[in-house]
């Protein structure tokens, strides 16, 4: 059953080609079946999952070239998580995409849709840095398109931007993995994992700068501090479902370090051993003050939203930077919660959008609009999850950080930043609140400024796949129990790198 490893990849290229043929001449059998095709990924991850969660590492190398010649993906507790993230975000974004509406807009969308689910997909599965930067690109170029999409001054601006700053980092993939390549003589990340112990002491100094490199590459895509400016700008730039479906894009750079920092440059590297540690936790830090401070400065909700991803994306990479097995439990548990939370936010902010007539997303009080009240409780719920309040998931991770870094160096900094953001992001968000919903500019009584308001009953299923991001918050939240000790096992699984070495390699690379 090896070969399903390779459906998360199939799939979406079928469905994105599939598509293709019908969107002109009968859109809604090209809206059908990419909806079913995300059904199905979801379906698949849930499948993957139980299968990495015995603690088996399964590996498919294509074209039945063994490792390290040929290519190969590789399926372990970690990237079967990432990909059920992935499918659980999806399909609720792919379905309010199609209900507001968003995916009429142009011809293009869903096949842009799935090639970038298969970017995400290779990215998370792949076994050797150079496909990790084809996937790389695979799931850019997709996002080129649908940051694009529906047009506008604003977006055409900001997308230049996530061009020419991605380019840049694309640039600099190169370069690192050419670095390593020059060093170690392969790319396949098991294989180098075991040459880099033997590596002489005059590669050392060039191995340890290809480690920065890799590493920085990776924070640009994760926008950690000082690489951080493009995220804001860009995310609120774009359309909202798709600023939602981005919010998994940060999680494929923390992604990677979480994997080339564990497989590669752990204890057995040597003078490149944990080398980002010195620098990551400071500039985590710094961008988490950054993200919290200008989510409570925003002035529109998509500004709002999109620091808010900013500052919960630092909250993991902080647990990332630690380099340790407890922290890095706490920070899974986390990075399941901020993808879910932040995307949640986005979609109850373009339904609000679309509501407000004039008005939009601007913070500013404005008429009464159709669908106020169940929408302000869906944002209040949204805000309580993505600052990290209890009862909801978010509360739970962030208490999972704090506890577990009680013996690091930098505990009394995790500390003060995480508690003082926590506080920022709640001002931030009840002022935005406060604004929309409870200064309202007309009386409860009065008509409705927008016409909208006839037709609320029947808008109401566009809230739907708000409202199922947020059952898989509360499940997360009440599953926290299970959910905690899977990533725990998966955290023991990355610092024993021995085992995903045996499982490409064989048993003989591991000993």
Same mark, same amino acid.
């Given at each position: 059953?090896?070969a399903?490893? *390779? ?53 498919y ?13 590789? /399926? ?10 992935? *499918? ?27 090639f970038?689910? %298969? ?15 084809v ?10 398109? %649908? ?30 993995i ?5 060093? +170690?003589? +392969? ?18 100094? /060039? ?20 690489l ?26 923390? $992604? ?17 051993? #944990? ?48 380099f ?6 706490a920070?899974? $548990? ?17 339904l ?60 009394? #900094? ?43 009953d ?11 991001? /947020? ?41």
């Open positions: 059953m090896t399903l490893i *390779a459906a998360p990849l199939l799939l979406p290229a079928l469905m994105a080609a599939a598509t293709l043929i019908f969107m002109r001449r009968h859109r809604w059998i090209g809206a059908a079946i990419s909806i079913a095709g995300a059904t199905g990924l979801l379906a698949l991850a849930v499948y993957l999952l139980s299968v990495a969660s015995c603690g088996t590492i399964s590996v190398a294509l074209g039945d070239w063994a490792a390290p010649f040929g290519i190969v993906l590789v /399926l372990d507790r970690l990237s079967a998580m990432m990909l059920l993230i992935t *499918a659980l975000l999806a399909l609720p974004v792919l379905c309010h995409a199609v209900l507001t509406g968003l995916d009429r807009k142009g011809w293009h969308f869903h096949p842009l849709f799935q970038q689910l %298969l970017g995400i997909n290779g990215a998370f599965l792949t076994g050797d840095l150079f496909n990790l930067f996937f790389f690109e695979v799931l850019l170029i997709a996002s080129y398109g %649908l940051m694009l999409h529906g047009q506008g001054p604003e977006r055409l601006k900001a997308g230049v931007q996530y061009v020419i700053v991605n380019l840049i980092g694309s640039t600099l993939f190169l370069f690192a050419g670095l390593l390549y020059g060093i +170690t003589g +392969t790319l396949n990340m098991a294989d180098m994992a075991t040459r880099i112990p033997a590596l002489p002491a005059a590669d050392q100094g /060039l191995l340890r700068a290809g480690a920065h490199l890799l590493t920085l590459v990776f924070a640009l895509k994760a926008a950690l501090l000082p951080q400016l493009w995220l804001p700008r860009t995310y609120a730039g774009t359309s909202a479902p798709v600023a939602a479906l981005f919010a998994v894009m940060t999680k494929v750079g923390a $992604y990677a370090i979480i994997r080339t920092s564990s497989l590669i440059f752990g204890d057995q590297a040597g003078a490149a051993a #944990w080398a980002p540690e010195v620098w990551m936790m400071p500039a985590a830090l710094a961008t988490m003050v950054i993200g919290f401070a200008g989510l409570l400065a925003a002035r529109s909700l998509r500004d709002l939203a999109a620091f808010g991803l900013l500052g919960s994306t630092a909250t993991l990479l902080v647990a990332i930077a630690a340790d097995r407890t922290v890095l439990t920070g899974l $548990y986390y990075l399941a919660h901020t993808t879910l939370a932040a995307a949640l936010l986005f979609l109850v902010v373009d609000i959008r679309l509501r407000r007539g004039r008005y939009g997303d601007t913070i500013v009080p404005s008429p009464r609009f159709a669908g106020i009240e169940p929408l302000s409780a869906l944002y209040l719920l949204a805000a309580m999850a993505l600052a990290g309040l209890p009862p909801l998931s978010g509360f739970i991770g962030k208490l999972l950080i704090l506890q577990a870094t009680l013996a690091d160096p930098w505990a009394a #900094w995790i500390w003060a930043v995480i508690l003082g953001t926590t506080l920022l992001a709640i001002l931030g968000l009840a002022r935005a609140g406060g604004a929309i919903f409870w200064k309202s500019a007309a009386h409860p009584d009065n008509p409705r400024e927008d016409a909208a308001t006839a037709k609320l029947a808008r109401l299923v566009e809230m739907l796949p708000a409202c199922a991001l /947020l059952a898989t918050l509360v499940v997360l939240t009440v599953a926290a129990g299970p959910v905690a000790r899977y990533m725990d096992a998966t955290a023991q699984q990355l610092f024993a790198p021995t085992h995903n070495i045996e499982a490409v390699l064989g048993p003989a690379a591991g000993g």
